[in-house]
C-alpha cells in the first residue's frame, strides 16, 4: 500500500517563526489533505489539496503531484498553533491514508 | 449548527465487555468512517460505510462491528474479541461518490479505556 513519511517529526518554535512541514507519499494520489489536532484531540481540517497551491490566512500549502510531495508553511506561528499536523491521502479507494504526524510545539 | 457529534467523550470497558461508541452526522453526507489512533501515531481506518446498510471493512475491523441502518449513524460496537481496545476512536464523514476523492470531516473523538 501507499507509504505517507511527514517530517520532522518534532519541531519547536519561538512565536513568531515560519516553519515548512513536509509530507512524502510513494504513489499517485486524489485526495491529500493536511489537517491539524489539536491538544484534545480534534482534527481540524486545513486544506484539501491533491495538487496545487492554497493559501488561508497565516497558512498556505503546496502540492507537487509529479514529484508526489507536499509542504504546509506556517508563518508568524502563534502558541495556539501546537499540535500535531497530519498530512492523509487516498489513492482511489475510500480510505485515507495518514502520516505519523509532526508535532509542533510553539512557545511565546 | 451540521457537524458530527460523538459519544460519550470517555468509555470505561471491563474485560469481556462489548461497547457502543456513537457517531451522528447532520451533513447529508453518505459515506462515513471509523477510525483509530493511538498515542504518538496516525489514524487506521476500521470500518466505512459509502451508503445505507453497506459497510466494508478497513485495515483493522477484527475485534469490531458496525451498522449503518440510518444516512444519520454509523455506530461502532468494540467486542471482548479486541484484545487491546484502549485507543482514541475517531468518526469521520465525507460527501461519498467520488471514489475518496473528497474532504473527509472529524468528529470529536471518544476515548476508551479498559479497566
Known amino acids: 500500500g501507499i507509504q505517507v513519511e511527514q517530517s520532522p517529526p518534532d519541531l519547536i518554535l519561538q512565536e513568531g517563526a515560519n516553519s515548512t512541514l513536509r509530507c512524502n507519499f510513494s504513489?499517485?494520489?486524489?485526495?491529500l489533505q493536511w489537517f491539524h489536532q489539536n491538544p484534545w484531540g480534534q482534527l481540524i481540517n486545513l486544506f484539501y489539496?491533491?495538487?496545487g497551491t492554497k493559501q488561508n490566512g497565516r497558512l498556505s500549502a503546496t502540492t507537487v503531484a509529479t514529484e508526489r510531495y507536499s509542504l504546509l508553511y506556517i508563518s508568524s506561528s502563534q502558541t495556539t498553533d501546537s499540535g500535531v499536523y497530519f498530512c492523509a491521502v487516498n489513492t482511489g479507494f475510500q480510505k485515507l491514508v495518514f502520516g505519523t504526524g509532526t508535532r509542533l510545539l510553539v512557545s511565546p | 449548527d451540521g457537524g458530527i457529534t460523538q459519544s460519550p467523550k470517555y468509555l470505561f470497558r471491563k474485560e469481556g465487555q462489548n461497547v457502543t461508541l456513537s457517531c451522528e452526522q447532520n451533513l447529508n453526507h453518505d459515506a462515513m468512517y471509523w477510525y483509530r489512533q493511538d498515542p504518538g501515531q496516525g489514524l487506521r481506518l476500521i470500518y466505512y460505510s459509502q451508503i445505507v446498510n453497506d459497510f466494508q471493512k478497513g485495515d483493522i475491523a477484527e475485534g469490531y462491528s458496525v451498522s449503518r441502518e440510518k444516512k444519520e449513524s454509523f455506530p461502532l460496537t468494540v467486542t471482548s474479541a479486541q484484545k487491546n481496545p484502549t485507543a482514541f476512536y475517531l468518526c469521520?464523514?465525507?460527501?461519498?461518490?467520488?471514489?475518496?476523492?473528497?474532504?473527509?470531516?472529524f468528529g470529536p473523538g471518544t476515548r476508551l479505556l479498559v479497566l
Open positions: 504513489d499517485s494520489v486524489n485526495n
Open positions: 489539496i491533491p495538487s
Open positions: 469521520a464523514s465525507s460527501i461519498g461518490g467520488l471514489a475518496g476523492a473528497e474532504t473527509q470531516y
